[in-house]
């Protein structure tokens, strides 16, 4: 038999499924840094339940099969979950409810560059009862700004809209019956010429008029603050129109004050996700210098999470990051950190086997003060225990040699200055807790 693996599924190599854990622990600690709480939820769930929300090529691509009488199917994003989640415990929430979640999801969609039928994604969403504060999405804003910082991924920027602008732009053009699909093709609009975006309006039957009027409004451009006054300038009357720019305002003034650099969020009328469920407040998020990398940051406002569930309310917020897809472009890219394969930072050698114990002692005492350490047992020449360490790109190599055994000290070596120090027990840990 050949050893291989599916198409779409991703495996790693040790030194970069280290960065892999990284970045998730780096957004994990992130959330919870906002208030999140940790949720984890199955990955199989009742086909019934992941169904209720999925039409056309969703339902194409959900893994479903039967075990027993019992329909099943794999989770195709963590939002149906959630959805089902809060609709089953919501009594025993308390709202607003902020929860994270960062799990495998499953797509049966034909594998290609970028694209996996595995993949995490790092989900963040605020739900409350009847009514959620504006406020939350300018904290959503802080949250994708300071995971992409902690990160230390290249220069991007958050772009933002709120869709009720373009739905009240909509209504006050007489063409609200087309709302749903004109912001489907809005939605796509940066991934098409202009004269192919104006011909699939007029497929829809609208006016030449009206068709450059709305591609006049999803252009309008500047700085935040020039959006803004041109959107004012429009004195539009309609309430869906006011609502939406006086919460657009909301954000971009709240993301100041939670301390968000300005050049980090743009205000961009043609960001709409296409999904029909958003119904304010969508971001979308890029690197300046990687436009190719698509939106690596998107989710947005909607108005009730659970109604496939339930008849009650519940308004939330929130984000995804696709990290697998991340992390293939990043390092695909080259712009990955990747060292060694082990997490450890010492790694123990002993010029004779005779000195295990002391050996074994000593990794015993680092590792309880925080200290990864490993130790070298294969019996080999001094020589290749070195090409090891090498290897496996280790900072920090403690030597026990018949020397040390007698003084009862450590010499321990800087494995990318080649400095060495010989030190007493307590010592070793002071330098190396100092170093890391």
């Known amino acids: 038999m050949t050893a291989r693996t599916l198409q779409g599924f991703m495996e790693l190599l040790p030194e970069e499924q280290i960065v892999m854990e990284n970045m998730k622990s780096v957004i994990a600690h992130t959330y919870e840094l906002f208030g999140f709480a940790p949720l984890d939820t199955p990955v199989l769930e009742l086909a019934e339940v992941l169904l209720s929300k999925s039409g056309g090529d969703t339902e194409k691509q959900i893994y479903e099969f039967k075990k027993g009488d019992t329909e ?20 025993n929430l308390t709202f607003p409810f902020k929860r994270y979640q960062i799990g495998k999801v499953y797509r049966g969609e034909r594998p290609q ?36 910082n902690k990160l ?12 009720k602008l373009l739905s009240g732009f909509l209504e006050s053009l007489n063409i609200a019956d087309k709302t749903v699909d004109i912001l489907r093709l809005v939605d796509k609009i940066k991934k098409i010429p202009e004269e192919a975006f104006l011909g699939e309006l007029a497929d829809m039957g609208l006016s030449q008029d009206k068709n450059n009027n709305l591609l006049e409004f999803i252009k309008i451009s500047g700085l935040n603050n020039d959006i803004i006054s041109k959107l004012e300038d429009l004195k539009i009357s309609n309430d869906n129109f006011i609502t939406g720019l006086s919460e657009l305002k909301t954000v971009i003034n709240q993301a100041q004050n939670l301390g968000i650099n300005p050049n980090n969020i743009q205000i961009d009328l043609s960001i709409t996700r296409g999904l029909d469920y958003y119904t304010g407040t969508v971001y979308e998020t890029f690197f300046d210098e990687y ?3 698509g939106s690596v940051c998107s989710g947005g406002r909607y108005d009730n999470l659970s109604s496939v569930f339930m008849d009650k309310k519940f308004p939330g917020v929130g984000i995804s990051i696709g990290l697998t897809r991340l992390f293939d472009q990043l390092r695909a890219n080259g712009l990955l950190n990747i060292s060694g ?8 050698v002993m010029q004779n086997s005779d000195f295990a114990d002391k050996a074994i002692q000593l990794a015993g005492e680092l590792r309880r003060n925080n200290i990864s350490t490993d130790v070298m047992f294969r019996n080999c020449k001094f020589k290749k225990k070195m090409e090891y360490a090498n290897k496996i790109k280790i900072p920090y190599l403690v030597i026990i040699g018949e020397e040390e055994v007698q003084n009862d000290t450590y010499t321990l070596k800087n494995m990318t200055s080649g400095e060495q120090h010989t030190l007493s027990m307590n010592e070793l840990i002071e330098k190396i807790t100092n170093l890391q």
């Not at 230390?152 to 869709?163: D, E, M, S, W």
């Open 72 to 91: 099943l199917a794999m989770r195709f994003d963590l939002t149906v979950p959630l959805a089902k989640y809060v609709a089953l415990y919501n009594n």
């Open 113 to 148: 560059k970028g694209r996996f039928r595995e993949f995490y994604q790092c989900d963040i969403d605020i739900i409350d009862r009847d009514e959620l504060n504006i406020v939350y999405d300018a904290e959503i804003l802080a949250v994708i700004y300071t995971v992409f």
């Open 152 to 163: 230390n991924l290249p220069a991007f920027k958050i772009y933002i809209n709120n869709r």
């Open 291 to 293: 436009p190719q990398f």
């Open 341 to 348: 394969p082990t997490p450890n930072k010492v790694l123990i």
